[in-house]
């Protein structure tokens, strides 16, 4: 399995690129098949029927039609953000974004195994990781001090860089309850020293100590609160709360610093203030979330109880349209946005 193909797996299908019949629920193809002989069958093969009809005739008109999506009348607020640098390269499927107190720019290239580390302007800096060290990283995030922590996928662990150092220690991501290995697909710095991991495969979320000791864990396959399907990417606001991109669930879930749960922030469909498959979520100074979504191509802002602010758009009030925007950051009034199949990272800035 080459490394690209493994990537798009792990992030279960960014998404009709690599696993269509992902699209199809997960949930709903395994009780279809436990359904057999129960007396409700009918009803639940009923019901997965108009769920994959729904869902591949939306597909249909966000391919023929990309222009309707959020078209319809009350069309969203327009938070303003005006390009001004893109950075490219030699980058291939790009998938998370970081940014230090300084501005300097990390971004994981999980297909060459590397981070990428660019200065404000767009010069590259240095490089982290490299074939041996890293292995499908995924994830990332930087410390207020320039402390680096990278989701090591491939390797189910955390590699952690100390400011200006080359050189990792590796935090172990412990297996599930059931045995199955860690899916870490991304990591934040978390209070009291400790780093909050996202394990998609085993749908929950993890807090371990800077020597790998769980600290609390939570998350099951599930729809309800507390309960994930593939969470992905995630960040942390000002207050330790919790954000967590569900692919599947089409959801952010808030959690508290604890891991409890607090609440739910959009739903599924291609309405403004829904998803249809998000993947990454940053949140500013103001509590503000930004949410991405790699089918819409856009990128909604929410208030930090869930309530839609509107939608990213340019000065002329037109919404803007990435190409399969994935992870995020924000630095000052910076927004940096991965765009994973146009191989590059596009910064905008906030417009009055």
Not at 247 to 265: M, P
Request: glycine share 10%; proline share 5%.
């Amino acid at each position: 399995m080459t490394r690209t193909m493994h990537l798009c797996q792990q992030q279960h299908s960014v998404d009709i690129h690599c696993h269509v019949a992902s699209l199809a629920d997960p949930a709903l193809l395994s009780s279809r098949a436990a359904s057999a002989g129960n007396k409700d069958s009918k009803g639940r093969q009923d019901r997965y029927n108009q769920r994959c009809w729904l869902v591949f005739s939306l597909l249909i008109i966000l391919l023929i039609f990309p222009g309707a999506i959020f078209a319809q009348d009350g069309a969203p607020h327009i938070v303003k953000f005006q390009p001004v640098l893109s950075i490219s390269g030699s980058m291939k499927l790009p998938s998370d974004v970081a940014v230090d107190q300084s501005g300097r720019i990390f971004i994981l290239d999980g297909t060459a195994d590397i981070v990428r580390v660019y200065s404000s302007k767009g010069e590259p800096i240095f490089t982290l990781g490299g074939a041996g060290i890293l292995k499908q990283p995924l994830g990332i995030d930087v410390s207020p001090g320039g402390d680096v922590v990278v989701a090591d996928s491939g390797n189910h662990r955390l590699a952690f860089f100390p400011a200006e150092n080359k050189t990792p220690h590796y935090i172990d991501v412990p297996s599930s309850v059931d045995g199955n290995p860690s899916d870490p697909t991304d990591v934040n710095f978390g209070p009291d020293n400790t780093f909050i991991v996202v394990d998609n495969d085993n749908h929950r979320v993890v807090s371990l100590t800077r020597s790998g000791k769980v600290v609390w864990t939570t998350g099951t396959m599930g729809r309800n609160p507390g309960e994930f399907r593939f969470p992905f990417l995630m960040d942390i606001d000002r207050l330790g709360r919790i954000y967590i991109v569900e692919a599947i669930n089409t959801r952010v879930q808030v959690l508290e610093s604890n891991g409890k749960f607090a609440r739910f922030i959009g739903e599924w469909g291609i309405e403004p203030g829904q998803f249809f498959r998000p993947k990454g979520v940053v949140v500013n100074d103001k509590n503000e979330v930004f949410v991405s979504d790699s089918y819409l191509g856009v990128i909604q802002v929410f208030k930090r109880e869930g309530g839609l602010i509107g939608v990213i758009g340019d000065g002329h009030g037109k919404i803007t349209k990435f190409k399969t925007p994935v992870g995020m950051a924000i630095s000052g009034n910076r927004l940096i946005v991965v765009e994973m199949f146009n191989n590059r990272v596009l910064i905008l800035e906030k417009q009055d």
